[in-house]
């Protein structure tokens, strides 16, 4: 009767918040894609009297199946409630576990590959950002950079048939007008001219503390949420572990990125999510964001090289290089890369009474959000605004607004342009002072490789050939890729 009174008033206050909670938005690196809100109180809206004329994107893969790693989770806690030896029953929102099996039916094939949802989401950034900018007339074409795994290509295709629509041709590939420069993914040998340059950086991953952090935060929570759940839920010979209670967050997000399923987004409450999103955040945080104090050093030169092509202007090449980007300068990679930009550009890390990150006490102040920038398709863009006809919010002149999953980011210390950007050469003069902060690429990760040095300079947006010329990857005709089978 107890319980049941209990859980009567939960459903209640479950019901209330039901409308203002969503866990998919509190679910890391597990969500599909959402749009972050908008932060510091900074509008999304281009500033009135502005223009983008140049903008550059860091985008991660859209939703995939597991790694071979996640999916031996699933299948352990699928086989404890298919094998337990002894009856149980579950109830309430577990009561579906019964029943539950595990959303990958061809599991020879779909581990880490791109779900349909992961292909929606890349192919809706291409219509968005084709709408958005209105850069690429008909007849346009364009060359984008991925990594060169297949769910980072499979994202960077989808996004090019978005984006090009008309130039999308099926029956005769020949004629399409997209390319994907395929770059090698996670080898150390291209030190920082890559899409995956924490590789070429040795020191990084010593600077990874994430790992205990997380773990001594798993062990706070975890094994509250399986007690709370075998009490309430649970009858039988069977109990859920704190393991188990991490399977659970991560099919949340997981399920509905691979079918739609969203039943175990209703196991925790609210305050439980909470405490699942702060583990993720732990995770970046130490392991690839500004907690890591190699992180912002293997990006750097990346963020250097955006900020040049972002001070020259569209349609300029940078000496010596050979190519002109679009104005749109996409680039497709993973998770753990995206942090690295957060931290080189010296975002999300204030010291007001919240840094560094306790590994104790969720902090509802904290600024680092995984789900903000890691969800699925998450992305870091730099957009070059020119306001040419000022308005009561917005000065002549050229700026630079960095955004996170559609949402504004101040710059520390320099935000009085419209919309609280950065004047441009302000921008520039920022990020040059960025690398005595986070340290010069070949030293600082002692990246002792002989040709080390070269590729500490970034170079790759500007090369005709960068991919052809040092045998460093391949370029990918929009669909012919499709048609031999590149790119695996
Ligand atoms: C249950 O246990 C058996 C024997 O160990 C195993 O073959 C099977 O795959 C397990 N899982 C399910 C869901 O039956
Ligand atoms: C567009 O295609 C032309 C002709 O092949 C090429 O010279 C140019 O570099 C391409 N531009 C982009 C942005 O891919
Ligand atoms: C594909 O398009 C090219 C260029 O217009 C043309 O030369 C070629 O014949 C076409 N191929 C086919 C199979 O239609
Ligand atoms: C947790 O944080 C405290 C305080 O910073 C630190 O002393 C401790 O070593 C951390 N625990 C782990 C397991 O990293
Ligand atoms: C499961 O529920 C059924 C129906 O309420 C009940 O008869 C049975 O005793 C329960 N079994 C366990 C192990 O709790
Ligand atoms: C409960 O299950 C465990 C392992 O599945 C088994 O070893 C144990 O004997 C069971 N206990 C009872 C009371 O059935
Ligand atoms: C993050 O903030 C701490 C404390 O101020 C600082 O030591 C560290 O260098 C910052 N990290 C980055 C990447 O800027
Ligand atoms: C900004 O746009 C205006 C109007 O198109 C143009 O005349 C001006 O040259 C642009 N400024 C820069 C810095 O590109
Ligand atoms: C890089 O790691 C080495 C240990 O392999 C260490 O001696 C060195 O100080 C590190 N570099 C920096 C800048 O911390
Ligand atoms: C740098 O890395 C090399 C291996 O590549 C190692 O032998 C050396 O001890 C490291 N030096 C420092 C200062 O970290
Ligand atoms: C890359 O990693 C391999 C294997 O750890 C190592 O032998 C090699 O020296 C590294 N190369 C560079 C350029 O760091």
Known sequence: MKTILFSAVWLCAAAALASAF???????????????PSQAGIPK?????????????????GARYPEPGSYTGWISLYNNLQNSSTPYNVSGPLAFL????????????????????????????GVLLRNKYKFTPGGGNLTVWSAGQERVLATAANF???????GSYVNNATLNRGSIVSMPDSVNWTSA?????????????????????????SALWQPRVAARLNSLYVTGNLSFTGSDVSVMGDLCGFSAGVDGDTRFCDIF???????????????????????????????WPLVKSISDLLVAGPGKTLAPGTFTPSP????????????????????????????????STRSPDRDFRSSYLVSFRGYVALERLNCSSPSASS???????????????????????????????EFSAYVQARQAVVGEFVSTCNNTAANATQGAVVDFFMNEDWEGSMSRGQRILLGVGDLVGLGS
Not at 22 to 36: K, Q, R, T, V, W
Not at 417 to 425: H, I, N
């Open 328 to 359: 749109l300068i996409m680039s497709f990679t993973h998770d753990n890369d995206l942090p690295p930009v957060i931290a080189a550009l010296g975002l999300w890390n204030s010291t007001v009474g919240v840094y560094p990150l306790s590994n």
């Open 160 to 166: 090019l048939r978005g984006y090009l629509a008309q």
């Open 193 to 217: 001219d890559s899409l995956t340059f924490t590789n070429g950086c040795p020191n990084y991953s010593k600077g990874d503390k994430s790992g205990p952090m997380k773990s001594a935060w």
């Open 269 to 299: 409450t609210p305050s439980e999510w909470l405490d699942y999103e702060y583990g993720n955040d732990l995770n970046y945080y130490y392991g690839s964001g500004p907690g890591n104090p190699f992180a912002g050093t293997s990006a």
């Open 22 to 36: 969503n866990p998919l938005h509190h679910s890391g690196p597990a969500a599909p894609y959402f749009d972050a």
């Open 45 to 61: 809206e281009i500033p009135e009297g502005c223009v983008v004329d140049q903008a550059a994107y860091i985008v991660r893969h």
């Open 395 to 425: 000065r002549k002149g050229t700026y630079v607004r960095v955004q996170a999953n559609s949402a504004p980011i101040p710059i520390p210390g320099c935000t009085s342009g419209p919309g609280s950007s950065c004047p441009l050469d």
């Open 98 to 125: 019964k029943t539950w099996v595990p959303p990958v039916d061809d599991p020879a094939h779909m581990p880490l590959y791109l779900s349909g949802v992961g292909a929606l989401e890349s192919f809706q950034l």
